[in-house]
């Protein structure tokens, strides 16, 4: 017998057998994931103080969202990315807004249901799921020039007022999140004003597919979230000095890369910044945020007297390490270490070798106080008094901010100054850094040119009045059109009851579509089946581009004029940044009483229109 011949074939034998059984125990263990993904997900899902019961069907479509989230790993981390950059940066202003930061998970989400059957990817860059209509609802500028949707800031003060108001509209939090992802019809026809209320709600449809969407998403990423790292910590650096300049002498001032800064201001839509409300952010390392904030007040106080540069002087010092980790600096000549991303004050003490309390002492500080990523906090008691005799107050600075940028205790400023309290500066203050100001001597302002000149103090403030006023026009509106909610409801209520038997049909796309978008029809296939996402990218006819444009005089001149713009009626002009409901809350009136007195259809408005706000 060959034995040679005989252990070849054996081996061969062995070798296929061995790849079968590979193959076959990783198919089964991938079933097993599978199955363990889908059976973590219960039938119970908390949100805020909201709880999201789901049936077999939904569930089961909410695994499979949870499943192909978690697959895609490169999009996963993506939006972890994002989060880990986003979230320090509107933790503060979600809190302040009174809004359950469950919802922070919102800031990098983009996906609207516009029907029962369908929903949208806004475009890219876009915070907060902002559609058009929401956005020109808190005032959000939309024009040739930015897209204010796609500012993180100003997306995010005014997505917190959305959700305010609609807080206060439907007293449910719940209903508040479907009321930001979904439009006004969906709410309508799956008729959550009658069956929504109290803290237990009720997800019986695929109709309710942007909430199960959204879930899935929260699901996977806080999971996530909580053991991610980025290996490049980033933080969000907001630069005001940046009217009439372009992105590529912004970049200059600031020493970094012109097509990151592109990246990170996707709300202008040309290379200089105009005048206005918003500012320039900044994506940089957490390391190099002293750096960045150096650069930036000498781009903004160049050729000013009464400079204060240098502050704080930062120095690297790595040997005050205690071998816990940080980044360790002397800041004004006293040791301090920088915060880094997830840092809070428990960890800088630990890290630090301090307790709790010396480390909130060292920096007058309550337990309750935010962190920021970058800054550098002290380990060691601040100075009696600060290396310049004086400073000027900029923009929104408070006493506690001038004390920790030039290493002074907070009580030693309000003696200097003789102030009581501690709170934003006026512009311009001339604030005492080492002697007492005199009794018989004014407080003293010093003149310099404003960083926005077209500021707008009432744009996104959480103001309770007109927040008040909104929610009584939508009330009325809703009781003025309730009949016909009546009729929609019913059409609704039958469509939900037979869409687990039919398959949706894909819409037919609408060829006067301005705005180029992405569209994922979710289809239902049936009670086992999950959605099936077909994605259509819809291009910008030529004819409709040429038709938004203003109307020549001669045109104007023929077009008949409404009758009731004749004598006893009071007209208002459309303003910039002006809507609709802004129109109804100066002028006292109701939303739907500039629908009937003007035959509109929608709350789109242009600059110029003449709009009938009431009788004389």
Not at 14 to 31: E, Q
Not at 210 to 237: C, D, G, H, T
Not at 451 to 456: A, L, P, R, T, V
Not at 568 to 591: A, D, F, P, W
Request: charge should be neutral; charged fraction near 25%.
């Amino acid at each position: 017998m060959n034995l040679r011949a005989f252990f070849n074939i054996s081996f061969k034998v062995m070798k296929r057998s061995l790849i079968l059984f590979m193959f076959f125990t990783f198919s089964l263990a991938s079933a097993q994931t599978n199955a363990t993904r889908e059976s973590r997900v219960p039938y119970e899902i908390k949100f805020a103080d909201v709880t999201f019961q789901l049936n077999d069907v939904t569930r089961y479509l909410m695994s499979q969202e949870v499943a192909a989230i978690s697959k895609n790993t490169e999009l996963k981390n993506e939006y972890l990315s994002k989060l880990s950059l986003v979230i320090p940066f509107i933790e503060s202003l979600v809190e302040n807004a009174h809004i359950p930061a469950d919802f922070t998970y919102l800031s990098v989400y983009n996906k609207f249901q516009k029907s029962l059957s369908a929903s949208v990817l806004l475009e890219q860059g876009v915070f907060w799921c902002l559609d058009l209509e929401k956005a020109k609802d808190v005032d959000l500028i939309i024009d040739d020039r930015v897209d204010e949707r796609k500012h993180l800031l100003l997306a995010s003060k005014g997505a917190l007022v959305c959700l305010r108001r609609n807080q206060v509209l439907y007293e449910n939090w719940g209903k508040t999140l479907f009321a930001h992802i979904a439009s006004r019809e969906v709410l309508k026809n799956l008729e959550t004003n009658r069956k929504w209320s109290g803290n237990y709600i009720v997800l019986d449809s695929p109709s309710y597919s942007s909430l199960i969407q959204f879930l899935a998403f929260k699901w996977v990423m806080e999971v996530e979230f909580n053991n991610y790292r980025n290996p490049m910590q980033s933080i969000v650096y907001e630069y005001k000095n940046a009217a009439g300049k372009s992105l590529n002498l912004i970049a200059a001032d600031l020493n970094v890369d012109p097509k990151e800064l592109l990246f990170s201001n996707l709300w202008l839509k040309a290379n200089r910044v105009p005048e206005g409300e918003a500012n320039i952010l900044v994506y940089i390392p957490s390391n190099k945020y002293s750096e960045i904030r150096m650069l930036d007040e000498m781009s903004r106080n160049g050729g000013n007297q009464n400079i204060d540069l240098g502050f704080p002087v930062l120095k690297p010092t790595p040997e005050l390490s205690k071998g816990l980790g940080g980044m360790f600096y002397t800041s004004n000549n006293l040791k301090g270490i920088q915060a880094e991303m997830c840092d809070d004050f428990v960890n800088l003490a630990y890290k630090a070798n301090i307790s709790n309390k010396q480390f909130l002492e060292y920096n007058e500080m309550s337990d309750r106080d935010f962190v920021q990523i970058g800054q550098v906090y002290y380990i060691e008691a601040k100075s009696d008094k600060a290396a310049i005799p004086h400073h000027i107050v900029k923009n929104e600075e408070t006493l506690w901010e001038i004390s920790q940028q030039y290493g002074v205790k907070l009580s030693k400023l309000l003696k200097y100054n003789r102030m009581e309290t501690v709170g934003r500066l006026q512009r311009g203050r001339v604030v005492w850094m080492q002697t007492t100001r005199p009794k018989n001597k004014p407080i003293e302002y010093i003149e310099f040119p404003l960083e926005n000149k077209n500021e707008s103090p009432e744009r996104l403030k959480f103001d309770d009045e007109v927040i008040s006023q909104y929610v009584d026009t939508q009330k009325e509106d809703e009781e003025l059109g309730h009949k016909k909610e009546i009729t929609e409801s019913q059409k609704a209520k039958a469509l939900v009851e037979n869409q687990l038997k039919e398959v949706f049909k894909s819409q037919v796309l609408d060829k006067n579509e301005v705005e180029p978008i992405e569209e994922t029809i979710l289809v239902p296939k049936n009670k086992v089946q999950p959605f099936v996402q077909t994605t259509i990218v819809k291009e910008v006819p030529t004819s409709k581009v040429e038709s938004v444009k203003l109307f020549s005089e001669e045109l104007k001149e023929m077009i008949d004029i409404p009758k009731n713009y004749a004598k006893g009626y009071l007209v208002h002009e459309v303003k910039k940044g002006e809507t609709l409901y802004r129109i109804s809350v100066n002028y006292k009136v109701s939303v739907s009483q500039l629908h009937r007195l003007n035959n509109l259809n929608n709350n789109f408005i242009e600059v110029g229109d003449r709009i009938i706000v009431r009788k004389y």
